[in-house]
């Protein structure tokens, strides 16, 4: 079965800050992907990167990270000089389908920055 | 380019009354998913329309809830008779679709929050 878990519930920084949220995933296939989305207070969900389970480079989008870890299936997010903007609610996913269609989400961690 | 649009965006009813739900997606956006997501949860899929077929249905309570998107584009989620556990964000999202094995991405609309009393 698969399964996203994300331990952190509720993380808060100060702004500038580096801050990592945690993601642990279990699937039995071989061929999965993973997922991060932002969803702002506004409500809608904002897709910020989709990772193939036979690329395990880390991938950098400016202030965002990603370290994805087979080993201990996992796919850590972080957030470089954090500002407050980035406050938000973040969900990391998985899809075991090819096209990436039926994605199950963890439960979220609300990220807070503090000015 | 326009994103997925719902209404409305707020709705409070009482228990055992009827509601819908409205979703506009992306133009040219083949598949449309309707996703519920309680307070304190990740969303959780109910239905996946390819064009103005079901993919999957198969988290839909289909005793209350249903859904429809007749002419392949807008969409419709009802519930009735609405219970109190139904209260969440109705988030409605659609991605190309372009099947096979390309990967699609998905873009969600705003959500419509739903308040059972």
């Known amino acids: 079965a698969q399964k996203v878990t994300q331990a952190q519930t509720e993380i808060s920084v100060v702004e500038k800050e580096d801050v990592t949220l945690d993601c642990v995933y279990e699937t039995r296939d071989t061929t999965y992907y993973l997922f991060w989305y932002k969803q702002p207070p506004s409500g809608e969900l904002v897709f910020l990167i989709r990772?193939?389970?036979?690329?395990?480079q880390n991938e950098i989008s400016g202030r965002y990270s990603w370290n994805f870890q087979k080993s201990t299936s996992s796919f850590n997010f972080t957030i470089t000089a954090s500002q407050v903007v980035d406050s938000a609610v973040y969900f990391c996913a998985l899809s075991e389908d090819s096209s990436a269609s039926k994605i199950i989400f963890g439960s979220g961690t609300r990220l807070s920055i503090r000015p | 380019e326009a994103g997925v649009a719902q209404s409305p965006r707020y709705k409070i009813i009482e228990k055992r009354q009827s509601v819908a739900f409205w979703c506009n997606p992306i133009s040219g956006h083949a598949t449309l998913y309707w996703y519920q997501q309680i307070l304190g949860q990740g969303p959780k899929l109910l239905i996946q329309?390819?064009?103005?077929?079901?993919?999957?249905d198969s988290q839909l309570p289909k005793d209350r809830f249903s859904a429809e998107r007749l002419k392949g584009v807008d969409s419709t989620l009802k519930i009735q008779p609405a219970k109190l556990e139904d209260s969440a964000v109705y988030l409605c999202?659609?991605?190309?679709?372009?099947?096979?094995?390309?990967?699609?991405?998905?873009?969600f609309g705003p959500g419509t929050r739903l308040t059972v009393l």
């Open positions: 990772r193939n389970s036979f690329d395990e």
């Open positions: 999202a659609s991605s190309l679709g372009r099947g096979g094995t390309s990967t699609d991405t998905q873009y």
């Open positions: 329309f390819q064009n103005n077929g079901v993919v999957d």
